[in-house]
């Protein structure tokens, strides 16, 4: 049963040393219980305490790696039904599933592709996380060498053993220890086998069955054969089944703490439709699933799922946002524009987007508004004539422009007559209304 946050601060040193980053020992017990840290943050916590906290103080839905090195892909740790409740922790994994009896040439292409799908939004590095190897040739020989092939071509990938069998598998993963692959799948029939297995490398093992009955009593046979690591895979195959069951999960290890089922989900959405497949994709990321495979990788379905993700898995409290100060984009000089927006990491990147593909080198302020677009920001007043000024004074630009000349958005032309007033000495000129015209209107200026 779940303790409560007090019941856990009573075994904990009650030291206040910060040393797990909260402020107090009862702070972190409070977010312990609520499945936000890991007792294993507090590094003065007893032997004794420990054992009698044990699961007690896990989080609903286990939390470990798919994959080993910089990229790999944490995954479970949530401990929330819905992202207005919470943000979302950790963003689900994408892979895409290759089969072992292409060719070397075609093997290679694949993981090329994947090593190439990293895109850069918004700030994040987004990209295909993951590789899952299907034993389709039957040949255990020609697995281990595609695995092999694989693993080398797409060093960063997490790996998936797509493979059934236990032999194969076995040698598959001994080839590739240290990627930490992911074996899929153990069934009733090869759970020993498969946990045998991933015990022995200390690799994370997917539990397959039809049902959630099914699927409790193979994670729990699998667990007491000494694996921690499961990934379920319940094997559904429609949207329907997808969010029924993954919601079922969901819910039955954080409402109920139901620990046969706290574990990141694997959903298999291959299809032979792009667009149909994207959109079960879809569905499966919005609803929890921490592993999603597909059948392809192409850039606009990378684009749309990515971007899905993305959003589904910042924090709503937070708006997305970067640091305050003068970016120069190009190499200015000091005759060069400069231009002002606000600190919404959206507007951030589609302003400076834009002023790149003027190719006129400019500087631009950007000023800390919490977060907020242009227009959100001036309507609760953090976007003002005299804040502006004061930004503009202290950032010590009027030292590196000779024109003293600042662009505004067209959006807050309003602001103009006031801040000629605040900024003594500046000239005010409003830009475009919309970022896309500011290509335009710089190369305009300059020609
Ligand atoms: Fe308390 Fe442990 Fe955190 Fe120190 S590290 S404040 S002892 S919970």
Not at 292 to 311: H, M, Y
Not at 316 to 331: C, H, L, S, T
Not at 439 to 447: A, D, N, Y
């Given at each position: 049963?779940?303790?409560?946050?007090?019941?856990?601060?009573?075994?904990?040193?009650?030291?206040?040393?910060?040393?797990?980053?909260?402020?107090?020992?009862?702070?972190?017990?409070?977010?312990l219980?609520?499945?936000?840290?890991?007792?294993?943050?507090?590094?003065?916590?007893s032997?004794?305490?420990?054992k009698?906290?044990?699961?007690?103080s896990?989080?609903?839905?286990?939390?470990?790696?798919?994959?080993?090195?910089?990229?790999?892909?944490?995954?479970?740790?949530?401990?929330?039904?819905?992202?207005?409740?919470?943000?979302?922790?950790?963003?689900?994994?994408?892979?895409?599933?290759?089969?072992?009896?292409?060719?070397?040439?075609?093997?290679?292409?694949?993981?090329?592709?994947?090593?190439?799908?990293?895109?850069?939004?918004?700030?994040?590095?987004?990209?295909?996380?993951?590789?899952?190897?299907?034993?389709?040739?039957?040949?255990?020989?020609?697995?281990?060498?595609?695995?092999?092939?694989?693993?080398?071509?797409?060093?960063?990938?997490?790996i998936?053993?797509?493979?059934?069998?236990?032999?194969?598998?076995?040698?598959?993963?001994?080839?590739?220890?240290?990627?930490?692959?992911?074996?899929y799948?153990?069934?009733?029939?090869?759970?020993?086998?498969?946990?045998?297995i991933?015990?022995?490398?200390?690799?994370?093992?997917?539990?397959?069955?039809?049902?959630?009955?099914?699927?409790?009593?193979?994670?729990?046979?699998?667990?007491?054969?000494?694996?921690?690591?499961?990934?379920?895979?319940?094997?559904?195959k429609?949207?329907?089944?997808?969010?029924?069951?993954?919601t079922?999960?969901r819910?039955?290890?954080?409402?109920?703490?139901?620990?046969?089922?706290?574990?990141?989900?694997?959903?298999?959405?291959?299809?032979?439709?792009?667009?149909y497949?994207?959109s079960?994709?879809?569905?499966a990321?919005?609803?929890?699933?921490?592993?999603?495979?597909?059948?392809?990788?192409?850039?606009?379905?990378?684009?749309?799922?990515?971007?899905?993700?993305?959003?589904l898995?910042?924090d709503?409290?937070?708006?997305?946002?970067?640091?305050?100060?003068?970016?120069?984009?190009?190499?200015p000089?000091?005759?060069?524009?400069?231009?002002?927006?606000?600190?919404?990491?959206?507007?951030?990147?589609?302003?400076?987007?834009?002023?790149?593909?003027?190719?006129?080198?400019?500087?631009?302020?950007?000023?800390?508004?919490?977060?907020?677009s242009?227009?959100?920001?001036?309507?609760?007043?953090?976007?003002?004539?005299?804040?502006?000024?004061?930004?503009?004074?202290?950032?010590?630009?009027?030292?590196?422009?000779?024109?003293?000349?600042?662009?505004?958005?067209?959006?807050?032309?309003?602001?103009?007559?006031?801040?000629?007033?605040?900024?003594?000495?500046?000239?005010?000129?409003?830009?475009?209304?919309?970022?896309?015209?500011i290509?335009?209107?710089?190369?305009?200026?300059?020609?």
């Open positions: 049963m779940a303790l409560t946050g007090v019941q856990i601060f009573k075994l904990l040193p009650k030291t206040n040393c910060k040393k797990c980053g909260f402020p107090t020992c009862l702070a972190f017990a409070m977010k219980a609520q499945g936000g840290v890991e007792l294993s943050a507090c590094p003065d916590v032997e004794e305490a420990k009698t906290l044990g699961e007690a896990a989080p609903p839905i286990r939390s470990f790696s798919l994959g080993a090195g910089d990229k790999a892909v944490k995954m479970g740790g949530e401990n929330v039904l819905f992202r207005h409740d919470k943000k979302f922790i950790n963003p689900c994994a994408l892979a895409i599933n290759i089969k072992d009896n292409l060719s070397d040439d075609e093997l290679t292409h694949k993981a090329t592709e994947i090593v190439n799908s990293e895109i850069d939004r918004v700030g994040q590095k987004l990209r295909v996380d993951a590789i899952s190897i299907e034993y389709a040739s039957g040949d255990r020989t020609k697995y281990e060498a595609a695995v092999r092939l694989v693993a080398e071509k797409a060093p960063d990938a997490a998936i053993l797509n493979c059934k069998d236990a032999a194969a598998a076995e040698t598959a993963v001994k080839a590739i220890a240290s990627r930490q692959p992911l074996i799948c153990a069934t009733d029939v090869n759970a020993e086998e498969m946990a045998n991933a015990k022995a490398s200390g690799v994370p093992l997917c539990a397959s069955a039809q049902g959630l009955e099914a699927l409790s009593a193979l994670t729990e046979k699998i667990k007491g054969l000494g694996v921690e690591d499961i990934v379920l895979d319940f094997g559904a429609t949207a329907k089944e997808i969010i029924e069951h993954n079922q999960i819910r039955s290890a954080l409402k109920k703490s139901f620990k046969p089922l706290g574990y990141p989900i694997i959903n298999f959405v291959l299809r032979d439709n792009p667009i497949e994207a079960i994709a879809s569905i990321i919005a609803k929890y699933a921490s592993i999603v495979v597909l059948s392809s990788i192409e850039k606009w379905k990378n684009l749309a799922l990515f971007t899905l993700r993305q959003n898995y910042t709503p409290q937070v708006p997305m946002q970067v640091e305050q100060k003068i970016y120069d984009i190009g190499e000089n000091a005759d060069s524009p400069l231009m002002i927006t606000t600190n919404f990491s959206l507007t951030y990147f589609i302003v400076s987007g834009e002023i790149e593909n003027s190719r006129v080198p400019s500087r631009l302020a950007v000023m800390d508004c919490e977060g907020l242009v227009l959100t920001a001036w309507a609760a007043g953090k976007f003002t004539a005299a804040k502006i000024a004061q930004f503009i004074k202290e950032s010590g630009v009027e030292g590196n422009v000779s024109h003293n000349e600042i662009i505004i958005p067209g959006q807050v032309a309003i602001l103009s007559g006031a801040l000629e007033d605040k900024l003594e000495g500046w000239k005010i000129t409003v830009g475009p209304r919309e970022a896309n015209a290509p335009t209107f710089l190369k305009g200026r300059s020609s």
